[in-house]
Nanobody, 119 residues
Framework: VQLQASGGGLVRPGGSLRLSCEAS????????MGWYRQAPGKQRELVAR???????NYVDFVKGRFTISRDFAKNMVYLQMNSLKPEDTALYFC??????????????WGQGTLVTVSS
């Protein structure tokens, strides 16, 4: 199983970006998909996640600005980021709790995609 993230880039404060992540390989089902980020000198932190039920969780600092969504048929997860701030600058990682068979659940990570918010 592999996760491939894309969509990062340079954006001005107040701007928007949409990150995408595709899960591929031997996938039986996906329980949770999420986005994490790691700023320079800081630990990796959860940004948002979406469960197979469609339930979403957001950390407080992105509520009202970021939206996570998922295309179950395509094994894709998206992160729409609006009203971006310089403090959102970080390497963003997608993560998935994925089953390669009914009883084989593992977490997988994609490579990071860099988001830089600067004027």
């Amino acid at each position: 199983v592999q996760l491939q993230a894309s969509g990062g880039g340079l954006v001005r404060p107040g701007g928007s970006l949409r990150l995408s992540c595709e899960a591929s390989g031997s996938i039986f089902s996906i329980d949770i998909m999420g986005w994490y980020r790691q700023a320079p000198g800081k630990q990796r932190e959860l940004v948002a996640r979406i469960f197979s039920s469609g339930t979403t969780n957001y950390v407080d600092f992105v509520k009202g600005r970021f939206t996570i969504s998922r295309d179950f048929a395509k094994n894709m997860v998206y992160l729409q980021m609006n009203s971006l701030k310089p403090e959102d600058t970080a390497l963003y990682f997608c993560q998935g709790d994925i089953r390669s068979s009914r009883f084989n659940l593992r977490d997988y990570w994609g490579q990071g995609t860099l988001v830089t918010v600067s004027s």
